[in-house]
């Protein structure tokens, strides 16, 4: 008898702009990755995107950077994918529209900043973003199996 697909769950955290909550972030993801059962790859891609997007969020996002401001994560487990959305009140910022990074023949060459976002292209399958009622909102869809 085949089950019928589980229902869509949801999986959300609040963090604040501070960069020790990236570890509090971590305690929160691995062990729902091992729960979801989900293969090395797309565990990998989920925590790295995500990282690199919350760093950004908290090194670049508020200003001034000393006030404490609130940073959700959601994450909806569907069957075949995972999509994660972070939502912050910091400076209105679309990932998708900056210019990709420069690569060059040597690490003399190449440019300093942009790596963040160049990974999050790289390891999210699908992204997406708008700004609402003062709120970026960061999507991106991973896929359970590559």
């Known amino acids: 008898m085949t ?9 959300k955290l609040v963090l604040s702009n501070r960069p020790g909550e990236l570890k509090r972030f ?9 729960e979801l059962e989900l293969p090395p790859k797309a565990a990998f891609a989920l925590d790295l995107a995500l990282n690199e997007a919350l760093i950004n969020v908290i090194n670049h996002g508020f200003e001034p950077a000393d006030e404490e401001q609130e940073i959700q994560v959601r994450l909806e487990i569907r069957e075949q994918t995972l999509i994660a959305e972070i939502i912050d009140g ?3 910022f679309n990932p998708l529209e900056a210019r990709p990074m420069k690569t060059g023949q040597s690490l003399d060459q190449a440019s300093i900043g942009g790596r963040g976002i160049h990974l999050i292209r790289s390891y999210a399958d699908e992204l997406g973003y708008r700004y609402q009622d003062g709120r970026n909102h960061l999507r991106m869809l991973v896929k359970r199996q590559a």
């Open 26 to 34: 971590e305690r929160w993801l691995a062990p729902l990755c091992d």
């Open 90 to 92: 910091g400076r209105p």
């Open 3 to 11: 089950l019928p697909p589980s229902p869509l769950r949801v999986a």
